[in-house]
């Protein structure tokens, strides 16, 4: 009870920088809802509440003849297929640069190594870094675009593409856990002589196999999720199907696709969990098969990707950031749509952090039906009804926000309310309000419970327990989770031009069709600088949050 009240006492009173974010904040929201162009009258509108309707009648009717379930089959397997294939090279790649581009606790560079080979060691560390940079920043839609020019129509595009992206984005996190471990184990190897590799493998990687592990699976998640739209460029799976359904307005096509990325993505969903509590080997072995599915069954014209006209198109491409276009009138275009992709992300991930706020407690076991006591008193059975109903309600709605991919709801809404920047933030509202209930409702469970128990005991009721023993200790978390996930919504957010959701996806789709490739060095440019500067404010923001706002 002392530490509820304590922690409480603590929160209300913040030093000036804590009141000063909340301020600044809150004016970054009111400007993100500015250039978002956010009007809920276009909800109502006669146009848009028609092409709504339309939706919701494709919905209840979905077409399940033979024919289009036997096509989405096909497609649905090939998506999943695609994230397999691209999660594997995506490991390929992440591996090694997250090896060479991350500095072991406990092992620093020695002093008495020639110097020369110091620099070495610190110049090779600042390339994989910077590898990863490029990898994770530019979208795997802008790779796929690129590759569909150079080797043509298929998955190849969509493989190769997911593995960049993302073994830009593990390789960043797997080396940013190997910054964490404790270095006991290093420091005691490195005194028996072992050498880098040897501290690495002993040392390191037992303290970090089950967390790669469980983040290569949910990447695994997230990569057939991609895989399920790449297909709008032409990059194979089931996103072709639905990209032709919602362009040629066959709602009940659209229904019957989006339902079987549904069904494959909460299948996944459910292994994914269960494999995460196995022995390691068991999601080693789930993934090497996936992968080694993907790379024997898909037809990915592997030499193409290696050959003359391919390395051609690539030198074209990366020789074209060595002349980008400088003209201020374009520059200033261009600031502009990055600045409305910042401020889509971070209104998106406003109202998503709010739903998913208001929504977790209700999504939380041990806040809506079991209590923190063994022997709590439960209520009559028509209240543990309404307990059980609520929160499998609460989930299934974080399960199906977050299950559809950010694309799909951005055709959706690009139906409904319009193309525009209104209808990128409220796919990326829609997608993230899921990803943050999951989150939000781990973080809850997770609480120690010391504070929750003794505030039962004293007859609190629910939300009581919630506001005062519950939040304080999960604030920070939610707070540095909620952070993350605007990161990551940045790139997210680049991608909704490629189907009329404004920010600086626009512009790139636009340069990338026209052949204009100095305008696209530009357009590139800028996005992996606003990704850059956002991600290192945001690793020095979370730090902060997670050490000196934790109770």
């Not at 590139?524 to 956002?534: D, E, F, K, Q, R």
């Amino acid at each position: 009870m002392k530490a509820a009240v304590n922690v409480a006492k603590a929160h209300s009173s913040k030093p000036w920088w804590v009141r000063l974010a909340w301020a600044l904040g809150l004016v970054l929201v009111v400007w993100s809802g500015h250039v978002s162009q956010v009007n809920p009258a276009e909800f109502f509108d006669s146009d848009n509440a028609s092409s709504a309707m339309s939706l919701l009648d494709g919905f209840r009717h979905p077409d399940f003849s033979n024919d289009m379930l036997s096509r989405v089959g096909q497609l649905a397997l090939e998506s999943v297929l695609i994230g397999c294939a691209g999660l594997g090279l995506a490991l390929l790649l992440a591996l090694p640069l997250a090896y060479f581009g991350t500095t072991i606790p406990g092992l620093p560079d020695a002093p008495n190594r020639p110097r020369w080979r110091r620099i070495g060691r610190r110049s090779l560390r600042g390339s994989a870094r910077l590898v990863l940079l490029v990898f994770r920043s530019i979208p795997e839609i802008v790779w796929a675009f690129l590759f569909v020019g150079i080797v043509g129509l298929g998955p190849g595009p969509a493989v190769v593409a997911i593995g960049i992206t993302f073994g830009g984005i593990i390789g960043k996190l797997y080396a940013e856990l190997v910054e964490s471990v404790s270095p006991g184990p290093v420091q005691a190897l490195r005194t028996v002589g072992a050498n880098r590799w040897a501290v690495f493998l002993y040392g390191v990687l037992p303290q970090v196999q089950r967390q790669w592990i469980g983040y290569a699976l949910f990447r695994l998640e997230c990569g057939i999720r991609s895989a399920s739209i790449l297909g709008i460029v032409g990059a194979g799976g089931i996103g072709m199907e639905i990209d032709l359904a919602i362009r040629y307005f066959q709602y009940d096509k659209l229904a019957t696709a989006l339902l079987a990325v549904l069904a494959y993505v909460v299948v996944l969903e459910i292994a994914s969990a269960l494999l995460r509590r196995a022995h390691v080997g068991w999601p080693l072995l789930f993934l090497a098969m996936g992968t080694g599915a993907g790379w024997f069954l898909l037809d990915v014209p592997w030499s193409e990707f290696v050959g003359d006209y391919a390395f051609f198109e690539l030198q074209n491409f990366v020789s074209s950031f060595a002349s980008p276009t400088l003209d201020s009138a374009f520059l200033h275009e261009a600031g502009l749509r990055m600045a409305e992709t910042i401020g889509m992300a971070l209104c998106g991930t406003f109202f998503a952090g709010i739903l998913a706020f208001l929504l977790a407690p209700l999504g939380t076991r041990t806040l809506t039906i079991r209590g923190y006591l063994e022997d709590a008193q439960t209520g009559g059975w028509l209240q543990r009804v309404v307990a059980m109903v609520l929160m499998s309600s609460t989930r299934v709605v974080f399960q199906l926000t977050r299950a559809l991919p950010s694309l799909v709801w951005a055709l959706i809404f690009v139906v409904w309310v319009g193309a525009g920047p209104f209808a990128g933030m409220l796919a990326i509202a829609a997608h993230t309000s899921g990803i943050l209930g999951r989150l939000f409702t781990e973080v809850y469970e997770d609480v120690e419970p010391e504070s929750a128990q003794a505030l039962e005991r004293l007859g609190a009721k629910r939300v009581g327990r919630w506001a005062y023993a519950v939040l304080p200790f999960a604030m920070p978390r939610l707070m540095a989770f909620t952070l993350f996930r605007f990161e990551v919504n940045v790139r997210m957010t680049a991608m909704m031009g490629f189907v009329g959701a404004g920010g600086i996806g626009d512009a790139i789709h636009s340069a990338i069709e026209t052949f204009h490739m100095n305008d696209l060095a530009t357009l590139l440019a800028i996005l992996l600088g606003s990704v850059a500067l956002i991600d290192t404010l945001g690793d020095r923001i979370r730090g902060r949050l997670l050490t000196t706002s934790s109770p």
